[in-house]
């Protein structure tokens, strides 16, 4: 009996301390249950909105293309410009790649085009070293030796494109009959 009478009072004074526990930290409890909820229903709203921004920009890049592909280049154009402002790196690659191409034969349209994406920042650095490669390759002839290694990035070791870097040096300076500067890159190679 006296067990039974210990139980009693154990399951009273837990029962107490709950409803103590309840009553001085249910508001606390409550609003950190709600902003727990709150902040999932937030994010994934944010999700939901960026796939359906990139579902658009992506049904837009379908359109440019089928524009392109009907011989509708000013619209194509106009299409593809607004794109490579977007805030998806991949739209903005397949954008660009698709504006050179149709303005293969205006360097000053590439190079509005490539400086526009260089200037947005938006893409991962090594796509915009790659950027910078393409505009080095279009204005080749016409560089000076400064501007062609403000673009390069031949001081990070780790660089994807440290021997293509590298190599276009070498070239810029043979071209510029430099021999002793274009044999020192080639030794780095």
Known sequence: MSQEFENQIRESVLNDKIKFFWKNYRLTILISIISIIATFIIYLSYEIFNKKKYSQELYEYSVAI???????????????????????????LLSLNQLLTISTNSKKEMLE??????NEKKLKNENLELLKIKKILIVFNDLDESSILELLNTKNKNSPFLRINHQLLH????????????????KIK
Not at 113 to 118: A, D, G, Q, R, S
Not at 171 to 186: C, E, G, V, W
């Open 66 to 92: 089928d524009k392109l592909n009907k011989k509708d280049l000013n619209e194509s154009k106009q299409l593809l410009k607004k794109l490579i402002l977007s805030n998806n790196s991949n739209i903005v």
């Open 113 to 118: 085009y490539i400086n526009l994406v260089l």
């Open 171 to 186: 070239d810029f300076y043979i071209s510029k009959n430099q021999i002793d500067k274009a044999q020192l890159y080639k």
